[in-house]
């Protein structure tokens, strides 16, 4: 006996165990459950209202210039004008401002139908070289952008870099030319932990096929900030990166003009480019989902506010009444 309670796999008694401790079971009652979706629908509705305010402040100008960009000539064939290094690309843009933008201005680029998020596409790159010079051979993850045809590693490494944006922007108005600032548009936690201050460009872009920009041997990639906006892979198949900044005000009806160098090749699988200023204001750059959302779940929350009290008042009933349980009101027989 005293060898089976010995042996005994029974736990050991404890409150916690037994579910014994004190807890609140709150009873939803009619004047609870009503006051609950009037207190939501009341908050909700007034931030919905607020953050659809500040979304109507921002000021955008979205201009797509892919096909635009495109001599008539190759109108059918763009890839042969993209892909010849002897055709100038080169394409103006005029930019209406619709309101007065105050600075800070952010410039972005927008691609859609490029999908960053695919498997394979993402899994391509080696942040330990990025971050470490040692790790230069680290190589593994990164075909077929891993090593030069003479079995050199490649610095970055990987189709995420190899596939840099290379489209440049050039702004002026009234004949001035617009300074866009570059510094500060990556994550200071990218710049200063994922990519290293001692770990240089080598053998990149040196390959028979160019997938897009060329970076500076003499820069460390720490430094190099549209490599690391770029290296930031999105989620979903349209989104925009930050190109610069611009640190002047643009007046209302004033037109700007885009000098752009149109060598980024999306015809190849249907993408499209867009060139985007826009302001920004404490909820972000231009969103109205949030606003929809928060009035949305206030305005149900309201609806159903209301019937709870119209069935409360015109249909009351008394609460616990065992009458209404579905073995009283349908005996079996």
Request: glycine share 6%.
């Amino acid at each position: 006996m005293e060898q089976k309670n010995k042996n005994s796999k029974k736990p050991s008694y404890s409150r916690f165990s037994q579910q014994e401790l004190p807890a609140w079971k709150p009873i939803l009652t009619p004047g609870w459950v009503i006051a609950s979706f009037l207190t939501i629908g009341a908050l909700f509705i007034p931030i919905g209202l607020v953050a659809l305010s500040a979304s109507d402040t921002v000021v955008e100008i979205i201009d797509r210039y892919d096909e635009d960009c495109v001599p008539d000539a190759y109108s059918k064939n763009p890839e042969s004008f993209i892909q010849d290094p002897d055709i100038k690309k080169t394409c103006v843009r005029s930019l209406r401002v619709p309101k007065k933008m105050v600075a800070p201005i952010f410039v972005y680029y927008q691609l859609e139908n490029f999908y960053q998020n695919h498997r394979r596409f993402v899994k391509s790159r080696s942040d330990k070289q990025l971050r470490d010079p040692e790790a230069k051979n680290d190589t593994y993850n990164c075909f077929p952008e891993a090593r030069t045809a003479d079995n050199k590693p490649i610095v970055p490494c990987g189709l995420i870099a190899w596939s840099l944006f290379n489209d440049t922007y050039k702004l002026s108005t009234r004949g001035k030319p617009i300074t866009i600032d570059k510094k500060g548009i990556a994550w200071k936690s990218d710049t200063k932990v994922k990519f290293g201050s001692n770990v240089y460009p080598k053998d990149f872009q040196k390959g028979g096929l160019i997938g897009g920009a060329k970076l500076d041997e003499k820069v460390p990639l720490s430094e190099q900030e549209d490599l690391i906006v770029w290296m930031r892979t999105a989620a979903l198949p349209n989104f925009r990166k930050l190109y610069g900044k611009i640190d002047i005000d643009l007046e209302a009806h004033e037109t700007v003009k885009a000098e752009v160098e149109n060598n980024y090749n999306t015809y190849k699988f249907g993408g499209r480019k867009k060139l985007v200023l826009s302001t920004t204001t404490w909820i972000g750059g231009k969103n109205d989902f949030l606003g929809v959302a928060y009035i949305t779940v206030g305005g149900l929350c309201l609806f159903m506010a209301i019937n709870f009290i119209l069935l409360y008042v015109f249909r009351p009933r008394r609460l616990g009444d065992p009458s209404y349980l579905s073995w009283n009101r349908l005996p079996i027989a």
